[in-house]
């Protein structure tokens, strides 16, 4: 009954829609994305040019959607888990300080936020030509961030020597945990998994053969008053603001998802952890993380989703996403409306499917496992 | 009793419904937007989201502008007063669906006419209000005087969504400059942009950068090139498949155009109905059905030049009096050196 009722509106809608466009003349058809885009976009992390594909115009603005949205989750995923650890710190400053950030962040629109780390924040930084060099190598323009690029030889030796580090770290850690479950013996992971990570690398760079330099960005002249920074790789300013505004905001709910976690654990956890003898860390660690987790997944997949689909205002200060390039420009060049917009829904709908997939996957994993 | 009163009650209903089938048939003769408009008593107009010059809000919500005129030309010529007109704001990216989607009858916006929108987009295009092309704008300590001297690495700042785009693509590649684009929603972000030092140079119309010039926080620090890298003709837009409402918009137009080059203006229009010259004579209503045609009294265009003014008295008022373009340049009439030359009204 219900499928028979939503195929009935989707017909009626459908149908209504192709009577609508027929009366304008307007073609419907996804012909369109393999024809020329004849426009450009700003910042692109494939090779892209107007003579490119509109199809292609989609994948750059859909891969500056994922690098924004990713960029933004990590950075909000760390952060927020410090303020949510810290409005818990028997320390009056550090309590009352990370309250009041939460309170501030997430009470105020993000789009202003967005506004006001792009506005106000760009004009006050210097023009190219003023910019002060950090650490004598990066510069922090009103043209965006300009850091070294690094250019390697032999860059596949170093590659298979962290691949090589990474291994052996797992089968390390593997050993250790054996050994203290038959023999209750500790060993210090963490101190031989940084050394291992440090050393083969090191390694490659002395035997492998493995050279790294850096090109360092270089001020250079248009005009009289006009100077960008060439070499090395440049951030736009406006990918900065975006991730910058996205994450802070979005840090706010973590950290709260966070305190309820641990807030959540009973009192009785803690105190029978600490009684037989285990440090805070470790109780924090063993005890009540493994158990806080179950509380804090499901709301913070909430938040990267919240996150990936609030990147969608990029729009408003030209990083050029997938709404800013596709259901923007493209939309226009092509008056493609119905194609280009579902086409952008459904990608959107994709994205946020295989976080939360991937999330569902997660806590299952950490799910307590009966047996 | 009551058998009868429910047979006569069916009767009257299908007298009524033959009558209304009637009457609509006349109607549909006209055209179903106008139709629409007559029976809201409105115009409803799609303008930009603020070009001094072409459209813009005063404080109290008023509109001027030399596209807001097109307008109220042809509420002046439908519903007998250039006032009724609904103004609606509309970024360029929303202005094609607001008026293919019926949300608006005229897409009055700075828009500039191109074949692809033409054909593609089930637009119509009716006719050019103001000729115009694309140009540059630097800040003046930069010492850049022309095109000829940007180079590698430049930064342009402009407006999604316009023709505006494809031509700096043009233009950059054409020169085998490579060049940063920063596009923006909306132009009022694109000039926030550019004043805080994001961008070496703005680009979009001329006559856009001369409007937008006059929102920076110091104007005289500006200047636009003087190259003109394309050709933008601006016109205004109806939906496909009315051709009387098509007719009706064009015709405004054509008639303030017209009006100004016979020295028809908003004060001597009535006068010029005793004119001797048959051609002043149709203009004003005097002679002639010139709106039958459109389903529209024949005095429609006397209206637009009384309550509107004539094309010159509209570019006065909008463009030249407010110190954006005081030198019509290409929008002066065919007869005084510009290219303005319309079909003649009979």
């Known amino acids: ?371 | 009793m009551f058998k009868y009163l429910k047979q006569l009650t069916s009767l009257v209903a299908m007298v009524a419904v033959l009558f209304t089938f009637t009457t609509e048939s006349m109607a549909a003769k006209k055209s179903k937007t106008l139709k629409n408009t007559q029976k809201k008593g409105f115009v409803r107009c799609g303008v930009s989201q603020g070009l001094p010059g072409f459209s813009n809000a005063d404080a109290a919500g008023n509109w001027t502008g030399i596209d807001v005129d097109v307008c109220r030309a042809v509420a002046a010529a439908v519903l007998g007063d250039a006032n009724k007109v609904k103004f609606t704001p509309l970024s360029a990216k929303e202005r094609f669906t607001a008026l293919t989607s019926g949300e608006i009858d005229i897409l009055s916006r700075n828009t500039t006419w191109t074949l692809s929108r033409d054909a593609d987009i089930g637009l119509t295009f009716v006719g050019v209000n103001f000729y115009d092309g694309q140009g540059f704008m630097v800040r003046k300590s930069s010492g850049i005087t022309s095109t000829s001297q940007f180079k590698d690495g430049i930064s342009a700042c402009t407006n999604i969504g316009t023709t505006t785009e494809l031509n700096m693509r043009d233009f950059f590649n054409s020169k085998g400059i490579k060049y940063e684009p920063v596009a923006f929603e909306k132009a009022d972000e694109v000039v926030a942009a550019y004043d805080a030092g994001r961008c070496d140079t703005y680009t979009t119309d001329k006559s856009g950068l001369a409007a937008q010039r006059t929102k920076m926080s110091n104007p005289d620090e500006h200047l636009v090139l003087p190259e003109t890298v394309s050709k933008e003709p601006l016109g205004p837009v109806v939906r496909q498949g009315d051709s009387v409402w098509e007719d009706i918009v064009r015709w405004s137009l054509n008639t303030m155009i017209e009006a100004e080059e016979y020295g028809i203006t908003s004060a001597n229009a009535d006068m010029m109905k005793t004119s001797d010259n048959p051609a002043i004579k149709r203009l004003v209503g005097a002679e002639g059905e010139m709106g039958a045609a459109f389903g529209l009294d024949n005095e429609w265009n006397l209206r637009i030049i009384k309550q509107v003014g004539n094309y010159g008295e509209s570019y006065k008022r909008n463009i030249a009096d407010t110190g954006i373009l005081p030198d019509r340049g290409p929008n002066e009439l065919w007869t005084k050196g510009g290219i303005l030359y319309v079909p003649p009204s009979r």
């Not at chain 1, 390390?172 to 031989?192: D, F, M, N, S």
């Not at chain 1, 003898?277 to 660690?285: E, Y």
């Not at chain 1, 989703?305 to 259901?327: E, H, M, R």
Request: hydrophobic share 55%.
């Open chain 1, 1 to 371: 009954m219900t499928v028979i009722a939503v195929v009935l509106v989707f017909g009626f809608f459908t149908y209504n829609a192709q009577v609508n466009m027929e009366n304008r003349g307007i073609d419907f058809g996804y012909g369109f994305l393999s024809q020329e885009s004849s426009f450009d976009v700003q910042f692109s992390l494939i090779e892209y040019d107007g003579s490119h594909s509109y199809f292609r115009a989609y994948l750059v603005g859909l891969l500056n959607t994922i690098l924004v949205s990713v960029i933004g989750i990590i950075i909000a995923t760390i952060l927020g888990v410090i303020v949510g650890i810290a409005r818990l710190s028997p320390n009056y400053l550090i309590n009352k300080f990370a309250a009041f950030y939460v309170e501030f962040f997430r009470n105020i629109p993000l789009l202003l936020q967005i506004f006001f780390w792009y506005f106000a924040a760009l004009r006050a930084l210097p023009l190219p030509q003023d910019a002060e060099a950090m650490f004598g190598i990066a510069f922090l323009t009103i043209k965006g961030l300009y850091v070294p690029a690094f250019i390697w030889q032999n860059f596949n030796i170093f590659f298979y020597s962290i691949v090589a580090a990474i291994i052996a770290i797992i089968v390390i850690r593997y050993q250790a945990k054996k050994l203290q479950e038959t023999q209750g013996k500790q060993t210090p992971v963490l101190l031989i998994s940084i050394g291992l990570i440090f050393i083969l690398p090191l390694i490659s760079f002395l035997i492998g053969g493995v050279r790294l330099s850096f090109e360092v960005p270089v001020l250079k002249q248009l005009a009289t008053t006009s100077f960008i920074y060439e070499g090395g790789v440049s951030l736009p300013p406006e990918l900065i603001a975006l991730a910058l505004s996205l994450s802070l905001y979005t840090a706010t709910f973590i950290a709260e998802c966070v305190r309820a976690g641990i807030q959540g654990i009973g009192k009785g956890q803690k105190e029978a952890a600490a009684s037989i003898g285990l440090t805070p860390n470790q109780v924090l660690k063993l005890v009540v993380m493994p158990q806080a987790l179950r509380i804090i997944i499901p709301p913070t997949t909430n938040q990267y989703l919240n996150l990936t689909k609030n990147s969608s205002l990029a729009a408003a200060i030209a990083y050029p996403d997938l709404v800013l390039v596709f259901a923007g420009t493209a939309l226009m060049q092509t008056g493609k409306a119905i194609e280009i917009v579902s086409i952008t829904m459904f990608t959107y709908l994709s994205l946020s499917i295989a976080i939360s997939l991937f999330m569902n996957w997660y806590n299952n994993k950490i799910a307590i496992q009966e047996k």
